[in-house]
């Protein structure tokens, strides 16, 4: 599962629309619609945005995420 796909379906579990969650976390819903089709990589400061909306632990978040090595590096580096 990549990560672009374990975002859609939170937000989707969730019930709301890709305006209402980037509302929610401050950021654009065209950041949102970037993230889920994996078109942009989310920055430390925006995982930690969503950490913080799902209340979802970030090893949770990444775990089991076919992406997460290139999450990681981007993280880091």
């Known amino acids: 599962m990549t990560l ?3 975002l ?3 937000r989707t579990d969730k019930g709301i629309s890709m305006e209402e969650f980037g509302t929610q ?3 654009s819903k065209t950041a949102v619609v970037k993230w889920e089709a994996e078109k942009a990589k989310l920055s430390l400061d925006n995982i930690i945005k969503i ?3 799902y209340r979802i632990d970030i090893y949770e978040l990444l775990e089991n995420v076919s992406n997460v090595v290139s ?3 981007r993280v880091v580096v």
Do not use: Q, V
């Open 4 to 6: 672009g796909t374990k």
């Open 8 to 10: 859609r379906n939170l």
């Open 25 to 27: 976390i401050d950021i």
């Open 51 to 53: 950490y913080n909306f």
């Open 71 to 73: 999450i990681c590096h």
